[in-house]
């Protein structure tokens, strides 16, 4: 997946929100393509695991908690350069310092409360990717399995 996939999740405030449309068209309109796409809830043994990264931090548990708070919106998305291309599209983590016309100024609300998730490296996407989505369920522009 190197180079040309990103993984992302539509938060629990923007699901509930009812933005998920308004982040697509916007991940649509950067030029990203849809590999797979799915709306699940995290049970809290998920959420734990997806975020384990961050166990020692003071945050972890509210994080577990806020991801298990309602239902999200995962997704693995393809372009080149993907992982930058898509951390530029979403915006710094905090609303208020996030570039204009970015999807974390328009539909964030708070630090905690931002909207989208956005892997960090070529290496996390994959990860996250394959903890979301089996590859039977990942899908070239032509309807066939990616893998």
Same mark, same amino acid.
């Given at each position: 997946?190197?180079?040309? =996939?990103?993984?992302?999740?539509?938060?629990?405030?923007?699901?509930?929100?009812?933005?998920?449309?308004?982040?697509?068209?916007?991940?649509?309109?950067?030029?990203? !393509?849809?590999?797979?796409?799915?709306?699940?809830? %995290?049970?809290? /043994?998920? $959420?734990?695991?997806? =975020?384990?990264?961050?166990?020692? !931090?003071?945050? +972890?548990?509210? %994080?577990?908690? =806020?991801?298990?708070?309602?239902?999200? #919106?995962?997704?693995?998305?393809?372009?080149?350069?993907?992982?930058?291309? =898509? /951390?530029?599209?979403?915006?710094a983590t905090d609303p208020t310092k996030a570039a204009e016309g970015t999807i974390r100024k328009k539909f964030a609300t708070s630090i905690a409360a931002n $909207? #989208?998730?956005?892997? @960090?490296? @070529? @290496?996390?996407?994959?990860?996250?990717?394959?903890?979301?989505?089996? !590859?039977?369920? /990942?899908?070239? $522009?032509?309807?066939?399995?990616? +893998?």
């Open positions: 997946m190197s180079g040309s =996939y990103t993984f992302t999740m539509i938060k629990p405030d923007a699901v509930q929100a009812g933005n998920i449309g308004g982040i697509l068209n916007m991940i649509n309109e950067g030029g990203f !393509r849809i590999v797979a796409m799915k709306l699940t809830k %995290l049970t809290k /043994r998920q $959420a734990e695991v997806f =975020y384990e990264i961050h166990q020692e !931090r003071p945050f +972890y548990g509210e %994080l577990v908690e =806020y991801m298990t708070s309602g239902p999200i #919106v995962a997704a693995i998305l393809e372009k080149d350069n993907a992982v930058e291309a =898509y /951390r530029e599209l979403i915006g $909207a #989208v998730h956005g892997s @960090d490296s @070529d @290496d996390n996407a994959k990860i996250e990717s394959d903890f979301f989505f089996p !590859r039977l369920e /990942r899908f070239t $522009a032509e309807g066939e399995s990616c +893998y």
